[in-house]
């Protein structure tokens, strides 16, 4: 259980968060949202003292995170960062085996552990344990990225936005994906996100955050009754009522029956329901285990809930659409159906079908979906500038070493003109050679990707393990002059 008590920080005396408590119960998924600044980050990386607390404490099943040494607190807990922060100079099963090789884990578990992760993502073995980050796709690499995670079997997962860079056909497979290892390995989740359908996709309990303070926190269904107004608009208007769907499986609603077609996952919601219904122009859809849902039946649902809401917030407010609170077909179509169901979005990319049935293996685009915020500026997004840069190929550095400094052959004359003898001119000599090794060196270490430095903080590494295994390998081609 990680029970968060009255956690603040301070930043030149303002509070990037303020008097936060929360509890997340074991195996639960819980999602904290909120605008660029309002403190989600610097709480998440208080978790594990990536940003030490001003005041407040974190327990971990009872035990003061500030009793144990900040990283090997780090070596306990699973942290994915957006952008996935993989060392570009290792491979896809060095970078899964990090922190078990940190805690002393024998080769032939660490192997056997690799083994079994990329069999759990779906990615086979011996087709990408020896390939390097950059050989992969933008979906195979955040797969890589929770894989490494969750490699040292750890009881909490933290995970800040980790599908914000992801194509949005991508990012709903990856979601999916998560949900379902969660749910196996029983993982307690706490994730960052901009997106409030990925909260409700993906969350147990929602926790808003504006301004450094927790508005509210509670389950997924309590959230067609908002706190305030803040998290009313964080909801949005328009997407309202399929966020409401989302919060019910199809197989609640399901009644004795039958209708022709492929069935529905038992695990589908309310929403992919209706997007199916629409999508193919079936009023009624088998489920799987039996059962019928009619898109009658999904418009009565949205209207017993739409109904609550209003009553208990604005009940003079009840937008346009049908009389039952839901748009009707053709107005859900002129909306953008493709909001509704990832896989029929990935038909109007992709023709190829194979291309739909694992958009991952496409390469598709990195761009994010829809956010929340786009902004990234604002005081208190701690998160921003770590998941900022681009993890380059090794070897992919942009870097000026400056002016070239006088030729060896001109110091060689001048300094026995200056009347110094054979000793000090060859000791002249060397330093002077050593200048663009130090130059470089200076060069390669300061211009590390701001997201692997983050990721490897995160996993554990003390400032010497860092050095020794990510710094100076990623600066070598710098160090050696091998970049222009």
Known sequence: ??????????????????????????????????????????????????????????????????????????RRIGYAIQGHGLFP??????????????????????????????????MAPDQFRDRMPHELSGGQQQRVGVARALAAKPDLLLMDEP????????????????????????????LVTHDMEEAVTLGDRIAVMDKGRLVQYAPVRDFDRPATPFVRDLIGLDQRPFHLLSLTPAHALAREGHADGPALPREATLRDALAECLWSGRDALPVEGGGVITLAALRAQAARRRGRRNDRTHPASHGRGSAAGLPDRAGLVRAGLSTLHPQQRARDLYPDPALVADPVASGAGRAGGHRLDRGRAGAGGAGDAARGARVPALGAHDHQRGPDLPPVAVLALAVPIMGFGAGPTLV??????????FENTLAGLTTQPANVAEAARGMGLTHRQRLWQVDLPLALPVILGECG
């Not at 904290?32 to 974190?58: A, C, D, F, Q, Y």
């Not at 060095?94 to 779906?122: H, K, S």
């Not at 002249?428 to 090794?437: C, M």
Request: no cysteine.
């Open 428 to 437: 002249a000599l060397f330093l002077y050679g050593l200048l663009p090794v």
């Open 163 to 190: 599908f914000g860079a992801l194509d949005p056909v991508i990012r709903a497979k990856a979601q999916a994906d998560l949900r379902d290892i969660q749910r196996r390995l029983g993982t307690t989740l706490i």
């Open 1 to 74: 259980m990680i029970d968060i008590q009255n956690l603040t920080r301070l930043y030149d005396g303002r509070a990037a968060v303020d008097d936060v408590s929360l509890t997340v119960e074991p195996g639960q998924i819980a999602a904290l949202v909120g605008t660029s600044g309002s403190g989600k980050t610097t709480l998440l990386r208080m978790i594990n003292r990536l940003v030490e607390p001003s005041s407040g404490r974190v327990l971990i099943d009872g035990q003061d995170t500030r009793e144990v040494a900040p990283h090997l607190l780090r």
């Open 89 to 122: 100079h290792r491979s896809v099963g060095q970078n899964i085996a990090t922190v078990p090789r940190l805690l002393g884990w024998d080769q032939a578990a660490i192997r056997d552990r690799v083994d079994e992760l990329l069999t759990l993502f779906q």
